[in-house]
């Protein structure tokens, strides 16, 4: 089965732009998170939605970060305006169901803010 | 807030010998828990997972866990490494909160093996 998709693979944006990541994820998926890991860091999660509600999104800065999860099954992620401490890679992944089941992940994007 | 925590943030094995890291979380209630490798320019991907039943769960590649629930404890471990397993380990922990299960994971383990 193909596994879950990310774009773009690598952002460089200077401080107060803003910068959208997108996933795709296994087909057939309820569940669907977004983590960010900073360098040295475990990944830490920002927003999971179960189809195209949100269940927890406790992390998420929602002063400058949104989510959407279109339809239940493609999500955007987006960050507005960009600070430096933005800098860590934005793994997405996503589940059968949540609690027991295998989280699968993406390949992540690695943001850069300058 | 609940926390996972990992011991070792770099380990250095040479080939043949035994690993053991280290994983406690905080979390009193029930949990489901699991191990993530992620090798050099891969995903990460699942290395085992435990919740109900015998504590010592067995993974792949050889690998092996177990869960101490009087010591909120779920060590990995593996008899015998190889260059292979080179990889950021991360333990992650899965509970019941509020509006659904949340997920939270270790700061990881480097693990070094040397040929």
């Known amino acids: 089965e193909a596994g879950v998709a990310q774009s773009p693979r690598y952002k460089i944006i200077e401080k107060r732009q803003s910068v959208a990541f997108w996933c795709n994820p296994i087909s057939g998926h309820a569940t669907l998170y977004w983590y960010q890991q900073i360098l040295g860091q475990g990944p830490k999660l920002l927003i999971q939605?179960?189809?195209?509600?949100?269940?927890?999104d406790s992390q998420l800065p929602k002063d400058r970060f949104s989510a959407e999860r279109l339809k239940g099954v493609d999500s955007t992620l987006k960050i507005q305006p960009a600070k430096l401490e933005d800098s860590a890679v934005y793994l997405c992944a996503s589940s059968n169901r949540q609690g027991i089941y295998e989280q699968y992940f993406g390949p992540g994007t690695r943001l850069t803010v300058t | 807030a609940q926390s996972v925590s990992q011991h070792n943030h770099h380990v250095i094995l040479s080939e043949a010998a035994s690993l053991e890291l280290g994983c406690n979380y905080s979390?009193?209630?029930?949990?489901?828990l699991f191990w993530y490798v992620q090798y050099p320019g891969q995903h990460l991907q699942l290395l085992l997972k435990?919740?109900?039943?015998?504590?010592l769960v067995k993974g792949i590649k050889g690998f092996e866990a177990e869960f101490i629930k009087s010591k909120f404890s779920f060590n990995l471990r593996k008899p015998s490494v190889q260059w292979s397993d080179t990889a950021e380990y991360f333990c992650?922990?899965?509970?019941?909160?509020?509006?659904?299960?949340?997920?939270?994971f270790g700061a990881g383990t480097r693990l070094f093996v040397k040929a």
């Open positions: 992650a922990v899965n509970y019941l909160n509020t509006g659904g299960f949340k997920t939270i």
């Open positions: 939605f179960q189809n195209n509600g949100v269940v927890d």
């Open positions: 979390y009193g209630g029930t949990v489901n």
């Open positions: 435990y919740f109900s039943g015998d504590p």
